[in-house]
Structure formats: structure tokens, C-alpha cells
């Protein structure tokens, strides 16, 4: 079976956002309990990967 890339809704981007705010960057497993639990293929490695992806470093400086 072939994996098919699914693009993120604007609630998850925000979700993730805010899941950083409260918890910080790496608290990934917590972001995704807290603010993704519906989201089966989250996991710490997509929930990073696609915030380091779509961020520019200035950007994750506001997070820590």
C-alpha cells in the first residue's frame, strides 16, 4: 500500500500552534493529546516535521 500525503486544515496548523504555546517545542506526544487527539497519523515525528517544515527559524524562536 502506497502512503498518501494528506494536507493539514487550518484548526490543525492552529492546533499545533497552540499545542506549542502551552507545552513548547518537543512536547510533541503532549501537543498531540492535548490538541490533536483525533488525528490518527499524528505522531511526535509528523507533529515536528511539519512545524520545522512550514517555519522559519525566527519563527520557532517564539515558541521556546
Given at each position: ?32 493529546r492535548d490538541f490533536l487527539p483525533d488525528w490518527v497519523r ?23
Amino acid at each position: 500500500s502506497t502512503f498518501k500525503i494528506r494536507k493539514w486544515t487550518e484548526a490543525e496548523k492552529e492546533a499545533l500552534i497552540e499545542g506549542i504555546k502551552k507545552h513548547g517545542i518537543g512536547k510533541w506526544d503532549l501537543i498531540q493529546r492535548d490538541f490533536l487527539p483525533d488525528w490518527v497519523r499524528a505522531t511526535s515525528f509528523s507533529l515536528k516535521d511539519h512545524y520545522i517544515s512550514n517555519s522559519s527559524p525566527r519563527n520557532l524562536l517564539r515558541y521556546e
